[in-house]
């Protein structure tokens, strides 16, 4: 699942391009991507056809767009969902799964997704606009509200590990594998290490590298592996270029010259320093 800069870049595009149009139809070319809708495809495009889009929204790794009629449409992008933004006239992806015509007759909205892991799908929101099914989530670390103190207390005070820690997306959120590998080995802390042995430095530490090394992702677009993460022009981001960690198995390590290792983690894999992460 993309995370918050890849995200970030999204919602950036969104707010470009199709925010204060109205929506003129929906198609939906697949079930599975409008499966999070209770009413299925039908009740989908019915909320949909005639709202006009306010600017997107994003948490964490949570993607949204307030409509006028007070729901918000969800956007899940999953493991290779992607929203682009196309001239009516350019032919159809091969995983084109739903498409959004708007009134002014100009570029589309198109939700494309290989594995259709994502979705979409139009909910009701609380007071302040934010999705219901998103409300849970916890602030991300480049959000202005976003309170460094009550983090700290918080991520010492939980009985598990790290990393574990650092991807409990209702105590932080945004960071997903990539970036919490990258912000533990830029403060030289091993994956396994019990939250419970963070000082405060260490943990306040932890969240400066958190954030820095999102800024950075999201300066350059993101982090690209394949073709399957994009913005909304279909353009991939060069981050991974500049990954200090994570899938470097192998190549020295850019502090110390040891070779980074893998380690199977929670059905995933943690790249590590094992001379600086100890």
């Known amino acids: 699942m993309p995370e918050l800069p890849e995200v970030e870049v999204v919602r950036r595009g969104l707010a470009r391009w199709v925010a204060g149009r ?40 949570y ?23 196309q001239d009516p006239v350019t032919p159809d ?29 139009v909910e009701e929101a609380d007071e302040a606009a ?3 099914s998103i409300a849970h989530i916890a602030l991300d670390p480049l959000d202005p509200r976003f309170d460094d103190a009550a983090f700290v207390a918080a991520i010492r005070a939980k ?31 091993h994956y396994d290490r019990p939250t419970t042995a963070l000082t405060r430095p260490k943990a306040a530490e932890l969240l400066a590298h958190a954030r820095e090394v ?12 394949d073709s399957l993460y994009v913005n909304v022009n279909g353009e991939s981001g060069y981050f991974s270029r500049d990954l200090d960690a994570y899938g470097r198995e192998g190549e020295p390590c850019r502090r110390c010259g040891t070779a980074i290792r893998r380690a199977p983690w929670m059905n995933r894999s943690s790249y590590f320093c094992p001379r600086c992460q100890r």
């Open 214 to 225: 999102m800024t950075a992702a999201l300066a350059v677009g993101g982090t690209s592996f």
């Open 93 to 121: 992806e091969t995983h084109l799964r739903v498409r959004l015509r708007f009134t002014d007759a100009g570029r589309e909205l198109r939700f494309v997704d290989q594995r259709t892991f994502g979705g979409l799908a």
């Open 159 to 189: 009985r598990t590990t790290v990393k574990r820690a650092l991807l409990d997306q209702t105590l932080i959120s945004g960071v997903g594998n990539i970036y919490a590998d990258e912000a533990l080995w830029r403060t030289r802390l």
């Open 22 to 61: 109205t929506v003129a139809e929906a198609q939906v070319l697949h079930p599975r991507s409008v499966r999070r809708q209770p009413g299925g495809a039908a009740d989908f495009t019915a909320r949909i056809a005639g709202a006009t889009l306010g600017e997107a929204q994003r948490r964490g790794k």
């Open 63 to 85: 993607l949204w767009v307030p409509l006028d009629s007070g729901l918000a449409m969800v956007g899940h992008l999953g493991m290779s969902g992607q929203l682009l933004v």
């Open 130 to 132: 934010v999705p219901l």
